[in-house]
């Protein structure tokens, strides 16, 4: 919330303002970081063993569609273009904000934190929570003691290590697949923002949906195997993806490619790579759901939130890699296609260290 309300006070034009936008930028991280590592760690103490997969596909489903009403009632009410002082949905924005100053952008930060308030609230009021059995100094103490002491007994844990391996992997190359997909998307069709954040709603939807589905199959058929399906799922669409440019498909196919005015996303090779991202973004939401409840399966009794946190190190400690090594090989190749390929290697050798998990709690 601290670091939502503070991007309101990034001026442009002010000699503050990178500073200011930095700064609130990494209070939001760390606090949502530790806020989700706990938020995770409740899970167990919500349901059955029996029903984490459906906890954790709802919850992140739930999310999804939080985050796509919140993206448009900002653009539709808050963020306006600087150049016809209208919003994506041609309204002067509200409070009598500023295209000029971009006060619509800045205002995002505080809409979020009030957002925040609202819908984290019932958290605080209505769901039960574990009894506290000491105070914060001697809780803090126990749980480093506790952490350091399962570092250096790592290998009592092998299982879990292996998992976490996998999950830094695979969580790295969905991480590069996010941040180049548009970007590809942009280089070989052409697209503008408007094509890039319909495509990003379309992620967003089809993420909704496999994440609601992914955890009722989480349940019936284990998260391991949710996981290792969808990361197979991946590595094909990947595939597609690269069969695609301007004038192929399957990279034999000739189709007529894009043509100035001729419409959003007319060409066949464009409503190819919808189809195929689509595909990406209905598996990418039970993957990460199914791993949130695969760790909380795995993590011993007492010590959940310990894992939990080691957890969410594994999918951040190493994130900027999947993309430096998209960009690497992009810049070295010359070619996007050939850049985003190693993407596959990501999913697979996740996937393979995947395998040799054993889905049953340490």
Same mark, same amino acid.
């Given at each position: ?62 999310? %999804? ?50 957002? %925040? ?45 292996? =998992? ?13 697949? =996010? ?41 019936? @058929? ?11 799922? @991946? ?28 419409? @959003? ?7 190819? %790579? ?33 894992? =939990? ?43 393979? @260290? ?9």
């Amino acid at each position: 919330v601290c670091g939502s309300l503070a991007l309101w006070f990034a001026e442009p034009g002010t000699a503050h303002a990178v500073s200011v936008a930095l700064v609130a930028f990494a209070v939001g991280t760390v606090g949502v970081e530790f806020a989700t590592v706990f938020n995770n760690a409740m899970m167990p103490d919500l349901v059955p063993e029996e029903r984490l997969g459906r906890l954790s596909g709802t919850g992140w489903a739930v999310g %999804y569609v939080g985050g796509l009403v919140s993206l448009v009632v900002a653009l539709g009410f808050l963020v306006a273009d600087p150049v016809t002082g209208k919003t994506f949905f041609g309204l002067s924005p509200v409070f009598g904000l500023h295209p000029d100053r971009f006060e619509g952008d800045r205002a995002s930060g505080p809409f979020t934190a009030i957002w %925040y308030v609202i819908f984290v609230t019932p958290l605080f009021l209505l769901t039960p929570d574990t009894p506290r059995r000491m105070a914060l100094g001697a809780a803090v103490r126990h749980g480093l003691g506790e952490l350091g002491r399962t570092l250096r007994d790592l290998r009592n844990h092998a299982n879990i290590f292996r =998992f976490l391996i996998a999950n830094m992997i695979y969580a790295d190359g969905l991480v590069a697949l =996010f941040a180049f997909g548009g970007i590809y998307a942009a280089g070989t069709f052409g697209w503008s923002s408007i094509e890039l954040g319909l495509f990003g709603i379309l992620l967003t939807i089809t993420g909704t949906i496999g994440a609601l589905v992914g955890g009722r199959l989480d349940d019936r @058929l284990g998260a391991k195997r949710v996981i290792a399906g969808a990361l197979a799922v @991946l590595v094909l669409a990947i595939l597609g993806i690269l069969s695609i440019d301007a004038g192929h498909i399957a990279f034999i196919v000739p189709v007529a490619g894009p043509v100035p005015g001729d419409g @959003l996303f007319a060409a066949a090779g464009e409503k190819a %790579y919808l189809v195929l991202g689509a595909v990406i973004g209905a598996v990418a939401g039970p993957m990460q759901s199914a791993s949130r409840s695969l760790m909380a399966r795995l993590a011993p009794r007492g010590s959940t939130t310990q894992f =939990f946190g080691l957890f969410a190190l594994s999918g951040k400690v190493t994130s900027f890699f999947g993309p430096l090594a998209v960009g690497v090989l992009t810049a070295v190749s010359g070619s996007q296609r050939i850049g985003i390929s190693i993407l596959v290697l990501f999913f697979i050798v996740g996937g393979l @260290l995947l395998l040799r998990v054993k889905p049953s709690r340490g």
